[in-house]
């Protein structure tokens, strides 16, 4: 527990000090810097001794398609298309063509679909102010403690037991009330583009998004076999295990802020 608070205490103000001054130039390079090492652990969940320029490329360009919003929601798409030209390249001309080909093709395009793009539009939500994307941490923070705290006091009733055997019904069910009030009182305080009475159907639709993305994490690594995704953050486990909840829940806030608009 000391280890999880030393790492919170460090990183949270480092992440403030990006995306609050930074605006939308510091929030692209934390992207850019959480995609390489997410992408990195995504591969490496799916171990290949051959894996090449899958495991030197796909990391790098996974932070320059997640930093790239900041130019523009062309701008990640080209790269992507870039990318897959290079890694379907790279990987016949190093490996040749073999039943394994498409496979790791598929993975590495996988892997850019599941950390860069999600990250990258944390830059758009940055695009609408500093207050929508601490609105979403908020809403984030509070989920997570909230599921812990009900589902370590009274959770009976596992959600999901093949797949997250210490989550809770009763947990899930906190979490999200937890959340809809944090919706409620902190659109009040914060200024977002929507009212806090619309802020408390937003906050529960991503608390569900958070903890969807939450399971398909824990899904990846019990198919790999594995407690955490990395060792990056003491206490924490790796980049995938903290930014999980993130890369289903900015895009679904990303669309409606674009409904919305601010």
Known sequence: ?????????????????????????????????????????????????????EGAFAPFWAGAVAASFYFGLAAP??????????????????????????????????????????????????GYGFEPLIFLVILLIVSD????????????????????????IEGSLGGLLLSMAAGYLFAGWLEVPHTPVASIFIAAAINVAAQVGDLAESLLKRGAGVKDSGTIFPGHGGMLDRIDSFITTIPLYAFILSIIGG
């Open 1 to 53: 527990m000391f280890e999880r608070i030393k790492t919170a205490l460090i990183l949270i103000p480092l992440l403030l000090l990006l995306i609050w001054p930074g605006g939308e130039a510091g929030t692209a390079l934390a992207v850019f810097v959480a995609a390489i090492i997410g992408m990195k652990e995504f591969v490496a969940l799916f171990a290949n001794p051959k894996a090449g320029i």
């Open 77 to 126: 798409l080209a790269l992507l298309s870039i990318g897959l030209i290079v890694i379907t390249a790279g990987i016949s001309l190093n490996e040749g063509p073999t039943d394994n080909t498409p496979v790791a093709i598929g993975r590495t395009l996988a892997g850019w679909c599941y950390v860069s793009l999600p990250l990258g539009l944390a830059v758009t939500i940055r």
């Open 145 to 168: 403690s909230g599921a812990y705290f009900v589902g370590t006091a009274i959770g009976r009733h596992p959600l999901a037991p093949k797949v997250s055997p210490k989550k809770s």
